[in-house]
């Protein structure tokens, strides 16, 4: 009896959630770093005379851990690990992800796609790069290694398969390091303030999970209602 | 005491279902690959069964790529570079495009000819058949052979005859798509970049150096020459090149890294004749760059 009860209950809510579903909610929040930002180190670009000549007045370092004003962690991905519907799940953000290879480093370092979504692999640089991305292919994504010299069109690809997160490299330049993330529905990357928001999240229940490549990853439980965006603050600690 | 009974009897439970748990996880995995069993190749005419190279397998490859297949054989530590894990299905060697599984005839053609600067030699001593049997006992290690098909072939147009503009053209690709960051401005593989390249499990690697006589990886035709900087070799720095270089280009290059060989070739004769400084050129482009 309880059960019929439970599944009519079912039933009835289910249509209420898909309807509600088209009035569009967002979580917004911060991302900070606990503690004193580490070091990071200078880049020695000599190998390469055309990226040292992009740098001289502007010395590059390390991306590892970017520390804005107020403690503010940029690039860390936030996305819904939990209570996303499958269809809601297979929705990505309509924006294509770029990622860009600019004064030999990666722009951005860390770029979050949906599972299926097409990305674009462009340079803007005068000098040859190799785009390397090394998924696990026992995941379901499956490396690949391509030439991308001086005004080379842009590479079109995309990822099948979950996974926070790839790390992509330039075997030329070796201290170009990046990362892909993809996940399911709906994402987005704290900006230079650590500041971020996902956008179009139907109103419901969601557990959020914020990546970082150093500190990993952390959750927390979130509630969006209608018109009224859910929040949820991160905060890591230095190591 | 009956207390602490229930307690063990729920923790007895608790370990049994654990244990029960994994067995049953083993066995799916087990399950799996036997079922995987059944893989077959095709090679021209010859259907390779995976179940017929059990044995060749376990008295030939199964010391280096070891009996999983995941290349932790108990020879491979002693072995530089470290022998293939095929479960994870990317080979170096393909007609394929880059991020895609190779044809049978590929790793057909692996088997047959070894792999230069490694331990892995050739098995031509074998028959075809247990050579194609042996190709569906490979693939059978990887689960993509089950859920994907191999890549598209890159398509080689009939090799061009060789001219003295061709090659000035192949030396102009070599420094255009720069080539010699990592196999070095006159090729011998000491580029800019060489020291620092290491393959996807992160050990060092070197770029081949087209001065020291040695046979490539993947083949020793002109064809396979092209083939190898079109596909790259998955699994190492080498990437793809077939986006950047054209079919034609690609034709003057091999044509300029042949005559960069030692070995006698029409190429090397040519460029002695035109006077064609090997590298002279493209040892000046970092420079130019600056």
Known sequence: MISVLLLLAIGLLWPARSVSAAAEGKITGTVKLDGAAPHMKGIDMSKDPFCVKQHENSPAHLENVVVGAGGGLQNVVLYISQGLSAAEASQAPAKEPVFDQKNCMYTPHVLAMGVNQKFKVMTSDQTTHNIHPLPNPLAGNIPWNKSQPPGAPPIESSWKAEEVAIPVKCNIHPWMHGYFVVVKGPYATTDEKGAYTIENVPPGNYTVTAWQEEYGTQTAKVTVAAGKPGTADFTFKAK | ?290
Request: glycine content about 10%; aromatic content about 8%; proline content about 6%.
């Open chain 2, 1 to 290: 005491m009956r207390r602490m009974m229930l307690n063990g009897s729920l923790v007895l439970t608790a370990l049994v279902t654990i244990a029960l748990c994994s067995l049953s996880w083993g066995q799916a995995t087990k399950a799996e690959e036997d079922q995987r069993l059944g893989m077959e190749s095709h090679i021209g005419k010859l259907t390779g069964h995976a179940t017929s190279a059990q044995g060749n397998y376990r008295r030939y490859c199964v010391g280096c790529h070891g009996e999983l297949g995941d290349g932790e054989g108990e020879n491979a530590q002693w072995l530089e570079p470290k022998p293939r894990n095929f479960t994870l299905g990317i080979f170096k060697c393909r007609s394929t495009t880059t991020g895609t599984l190779p044809l049978d005839s590929d790793l057909f053609d692996t088997i047959g000819r070894g792999l230069d600067s490694s331990n892995m030699p050739s098995w031509n001593p074998l028959s075809a058949q247990e050579r194609a049997d042996l190709v569906a006992y490979v693939k059978h290690f990887s689960a993509r052979f089950v859920t994907e098909k191999p890549g598209t072939p890159i398509e080689i147009p009939k090799k061009p005859e060789l001219t003295a503009e061709r090659l000035k053209a192949g030396q102009e690709v070599f420094q255009r798509v720069e080539c010699w960051k990592c196999h070095g401005p006159t090729g011998m593989g000491n580029g800019p970049s060489a020291a620092t390249l290491t393959d996807d499990q992160n050990r060092p690697i070197a770029p081949y150096n087209f001065h020291d006589g040695k046979r490539f990886k993947c083949g020793t035709t002109d064809e396979d020459l092209y083939r190898i900087f079109m596909t790259g070799l998955d699994g190492t720095p080498m990437p793809s090149w077939s986006d950047n270089i054209k079919p034609d280009e690609a034709w003057d290059l091999v044509f300029y890294l042949r005559s960069l060989q030692p070995m006698k070739s029409k190429e090397k004769e040519l460029a002695r004749q035109i006077g064609l400084k090997s590298g002279a050129a493209a040892a000046a482009a970092p420079a130019a760059q600056q």
